[in-house]
């Protein structure tokens, strides 16, 4: 082989390469067309959906900012949480919400003893618009005037810090409802120039949608249904396979667990539960108390099932039950929250989801 045809072929190389690494983006996913990703988002959505370009540009923006594959199980998956928890409305209305809230300002007042003479006046109070506070919260239709209103609340009045402690009771919001305090620690990288706050942005669709897929979609999994990630939306990441942990570590112990994929409370300094019956298995595992701590307060993270406690605690179910031990499963959690008026699990909004899901990856 001549000279020339060496180095021929070397530029060939290198040309090739250069136009495959071209090709991704620095997280591994292959560069998507933008007008090609929000073409398909449009033909996913539900006909009823207005504005459809709106939605399909915010929902590549957040998909491409992210480096997330924009396959059709994903962007359907963003779709059914969407239209679970706002049928594609980026300030959904929530009925009877200003009684709602005027119920929990109530009860609050009563756990600090604050005489209802004293809440009754604070609410008769002229707002910064000149209306009361009273008749702005009972006016309010949306968590976005809800959210807007708090805070209006509680710069406006010493009782309204002393009432909500600076915390404003809206802790979800926007089109997928998700997590006021999530967007806060995941602000990094927000692809958008804004004014005021992440809280006022989580009420925007284009905000709500970034950090809602974000929640969603933004960490790495070993399920193999979307089911789980629906569950883990509601319940916090990994949930779903933390709760499977806790059913095998049940069976191999005896101990009644409740599954709800909380493996170490925040701060907790006494053993919980699940750590009390990871201990029963130390001496069998190889683990000291302190090993076992540590490994559990990897439950937020992947790396929890490289652990020795992870996979000592599956070895054990496994050759137990005779066959493998699921792996994920949905969270027992009952559903908490001011708006919820009947009871409702995590299990519950995930098969719904996955109904939703499963339509959307039939259009």
């Known amino acids: 082989m001549s000279e020339t045809t060496v180095w021929r072929q070397v530029l060939l190389g290198a040309a090739i390469l250069a136009l495959l690494q071209g ?11 933008p007008a090609k990703v929000q073409a398909q988002v449009k033909r996913l959505l539900p006909a009823s959906v207005r504005d459809r370009d709106g939605w399909a540009r915010d929902i590549q923006t957040a998909f491409s900012a992210q480096r997330l594959a924009p396959s059709k199980s994903n962007l359907c998956a ?9 049928t594609f409305n980026a300030d959904p209305q929530v009925p009877n919400l200003g009684r709602i809230v005027r119920e929990e300002i109530d009860r609050r007042a009563a756990r600090l003893h604050v005489p209802g003479m004293l809440v009754e006046a604070a609410l008769q109070t002229p707002s910064s618009n000149g209306q009361t506070y009273q008749q702005r919260l009972l006016s309010v239709r949306s968590e976005r005037q809800l959210s807007g209103l708090f805070d209006d609340f509680i710069a406006g ?71 789980y990630r629906f569950a ?22 005896g101990q009644t667990l409740a599954l709800d994929g909380d493996l170490v409370a925040p701060g907790a300094i006494m053993p919980g539960h699940t750590e009390q019956a990871a201990r029963k298995l130390g001496v ?30 599956f070895a054990l179910a496994d050759a137990a039950a005779g ?41």
């Open 23 to 33: 090709c991704a983006t620095p997280g591994g996913e292959p560069v998507a067309d």
């Open 78 to 86: 963003v779709l059914a949480v969407t239209e679970q928890e706002s």
């Open 157 to 227: 009045l010493p009782l309204g810090r002393t009432l909500l402690g600076g915390l404003n009771p809206v802790r979800t919001g926007g089109p997928m409802q998700v997590s006021i305090d999530f967007a806060e620690r995941h602000a990094e990288g927000y692809p958008y120039a804004y004014e005021g706050s992440i809280r006022q942005e989580v009420f925007t669709r284009r905000g709500g949608l970034y950090f809602g897929i974000a929640h969603l979609l933004g960490y790495p999994s070993h399920y193999e249904r979307q089911l």
């Open 232 to 253: 883990d939306f509601n319940a916090g990441w990994y949930a779903s396979r933390n709760a499977a942990f806790q059913a095998a570590l049940s069976r191999v112990t």
């Open 284 to 313: 069998k595992l190889g683990l000291r108390n302190p090993q076992i701590r540590s490994q559990l307060e990897e439950g937020e993270r992947l790396a929890f099932e490289e652990t020795a406690l992870y996979r000592g605690v």
């Open 323 to 363: 066959k493998p031990m699921p792996r994920a499963v949905l969270p027992g959690i009952e559903l908490k929250s001011p708006k919820i008026t009947r009871k409702l699990t995590t299990a519950w909004f995930a098969g719904r989801v996955d109904e939703r899901y499963r339509r959307c990856m039939q259009r």
